[in-house]
């Protein structure tokens, strides 16, 4: 949620800042900022504009030399997208100029405050009350007059300052919005993720909540907001720059929904035990007997990762038999729940930053509970929360709407589950099972993208509803939940996902021939209720498009996938629908990989 970006050291710095900015996008896109540093000293020079980063561009002027800036690229929360509430932020006198990611809790009250020692600001957002905190402050160094404006504010922050005054210098600091220092030869960037970064230096520095750092061409320091020196050493990031463009596809989604065997291929490599039939997981750290004493598993997250959690639930439940469920995370918190010692929390978050996950693990961990991560960004704050855990692998995805680390997650959730069944009560044959079946994964994988044309022939037809529905049962209605979620938000078609067993209990009332319905129909010990459903949806005029292991022959048209585990058919029965949501998108002239009102990692509330 929203994209930060700088540079300081000898190149020309408008450029390289923008191309981080595109890198950043998909963070948040309703408008841009850019400031640099006056050759001139004595001012800073900025340029703004609501949009994209391409029409931040367009205004930037041919001669806008510097060395040192920073820029954003913003997802509105406080006051409208607009050229004014866009980022950078600077006072009056075009000294100081800031950039923010996050949230400032007491901003109404800081605004209060200021207007009436004569402050008027020329924006409606939080980020300017840091602004002008700092350009008050009558400290003599750039960092003591950050470190006084952030002990002011309550919320969350990660924020980048530069000052006409201080012109050697970039200060930064964290506090749940992350700031990743990368680390070049006479250069430093800094970035709110990796993927602004990785052109030029693989070499990073990931704060801490509470940690600030001060960035000069040819060094850097990092220190908590109280002043302690906390001496951080780079680390080397795994992901390539290439995995950041777009390699020949025309969207990244369309790119991330066919990398998924290579994917998959990636979360079992180098995991799978053949002498034992069972799954090894370095980063667990829960010993057999901690993993015997489990009573209970709950899994937490949001969106698409709360999906996936429903499916990781039922996998850990049905191998393991630990009673286990999932919820919203951004539910839990606020519900007073009993935590329970002999419960095991997961978290899942693609991104590791989504704030209402992090919070739920900061709550649970502060009242004693284990909680494990099932994550994709190494490092990142939940990662890094959490007890331990397991990340899925995935690589980069950079498309806002998830698919690759949905399926990545899933399989994390099954290596989990016979992990942890292994442990208990799952026997050797049915661990075999369940490896032989994961080690088919990518092929199968592979033979449902290859079948893309028909779909894309499907999606056409479908282009044209107003609105859909999504049934599953059991293991098929987190399937159905996650269709339905991605066709919403990429083609804005409004979609509901029901429990087939459900759809006489109301949803039935919906059915007529303008309201197709999408129907996961596993061979399973499940397929004739399925069929049922299928049924009762033909009788009432219902158009149907059935996901099986066979044609159906009540439904209108059948995408058959090829037959795993039954355990695992929900891994293979959502790709066909990923793709079926991106050619509806597509179909509809959809922005598919930035969807309107979105962003990829909700670092706020
Ligand atoms: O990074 P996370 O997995 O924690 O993100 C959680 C949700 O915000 C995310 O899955 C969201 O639902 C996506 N837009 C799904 O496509």
Not at 138 to 144: N, Y
Request: hydrophobic share 40%.
């Amino acid at each position: 949620m929203c994209g930060i970006v700088g540079y300081i050291g000898k190149r020309d710095v408008a450029p390289l800042l923008l191309e981080g900015l595109a890198r950043l996008e998909y963070r948040g896109y309703d408008s841009a900022g850019i400031v640099v540093n006056s050759p001139k000293a004595g001012a800073l020079k900025m340029v703004k504009a609501k949009g994209r980063v391409r029409d931040l561009e367009a205004r930037v002027p041919k001669r806008f030399a510097g060395t040192t800036g920073i820029a954003h690229t913003r997802w509105a929360t406080h006051g409208a997208p607009s050229d004014v509430n866009s980022h950078p932020h600077l006072d009056p006198e075009n000294k100081v100029a800031v950039v923010h990611n996050g949230i400032v809790d007491n901003a109404a009250e800081l605004r209060a405050k200021l207007e009436a020692e004569g402050v008027v600001f020329a924006s409606e957002t939080d980020t300017e009350v840091i602004t002008h905190l700092i350009a008050r402050s009558q400290a003599d160094t750039l960092e003591e007059k950050v470190r006084e404006a952030v002990k002011a504010i309550d919320g969350t922050y990660g924020i980048a300052v530069m000052h006409a005054d201080f012109t050697d210098r970039i200060v930064v600091a964290r506090n749940g919005s992350p700031v990743i220092l990368g680390i070049g030869e006479k250069e430093m960037l800094v970035a709110s993720d990796v993927a602004a970064l990785i052109a030029h230096t693989r070499q990073v520095v990931t704060l801490n909540d509470g940690e600030m750092a001060t960035l000069k061409a040819d060094d850097f320091r990092t220190y908590t907001t109280s002043g302690t020196t906390t001496n951080s050493t780079p680390e080397t990031v795994e992901w390539e720059a290439a995995s950041y463009d777009m390699g020949g596809h025309d969207t990244y989604m369309h790119k991330e929904i066919s990398e998924q065997p290579d994917a998959v291929d990636r979360v079992l490599r180098g995991r799978i035990d053949d002498r034992f039939n069972t799954v090894h997981l370095g980063g667990l750290n829960l010993d057999p007997r901690e993993a015997r004493g489990i009573r209970r598993v709950k899994i937490l997250g949001c969106g698409t990762s709360y999906h996936a959690g429903l499916i990781g639930a039922g996998l850990i439940e049905g191998m393991a038999r630990i009673p286990a469920d999932a919820e919203p995370a951004s539910e839990f918190r606020y519900r007073n729940p009993v935590v329970d010692p002999d419960t095991l929390y997961i978290a899942v978050s693609q991104s590791g930053e989504t704030y209402d996950v992090l919070a739920a693990v900061q709550e649970l961990k502060r009242k004693g509970a284990r909680v494990l991560g099932v994550v994709n960004v190494v490092g990142s704050a939940i990662a890094r929360e959490a007890d331990g855990g397991v990340y899925v692998h995935a690589g980069p995805e950079v498309c806002v709407v998830s698919t690759k680390c949905f399926t990545n997650t899933v399989v994390a959730f099954a290596l989990l589950a016979v992990h942890l069944g292994r442990i208990r009560d799952l026997s050797v044959t049915d661990g075999k099972r369940i490896i032989d079946g994961l080690r088919k994964l990518p092929a199968q994988i592979q033979e449902i993208l290859d079948g893309e044309e028909d779909i894309k022939k499907l999606a056409a037809e479908f282009a044209e509803a107003k609105s859909m529905m999504f049934i599953g049962r059991v293991r098929g209605y987190p399937v159905a939940l996650e269709a339905s979620l991605k066709l919403k938000e990429i083609s804005y078609i409004h979609a509901e996902a029901y429990p087939a067993s459900e759809l006489k209990h109301g949803p039935l009332a919906l059915i007529e021939p303008s309201l197709p319905t999408v129907a996961i129909v596993p061979d399973d010990d499940l397929l004739e209720k399925n069929r049922a459903a299928l049924e009762e949806i033909k009788a009432r005029s219902g158009r149907i498009l059935a996901v099986a292991h066979r044609e159906q022959e009540k439904a209108d048209h059948t995408i058959v996938v090829p037959k795993n585990e039954d355990e695992l058919d929900p891994i293979l029965m959502g790709i066909p629908l990923q793709l079926l949501a991106y050619h509806t998108a597509l179909a509809m002239g959809r922005d598919i990989d930035k969807p309107r009102n979105l962003a990829k990692s909700v670092t706020v509330e």
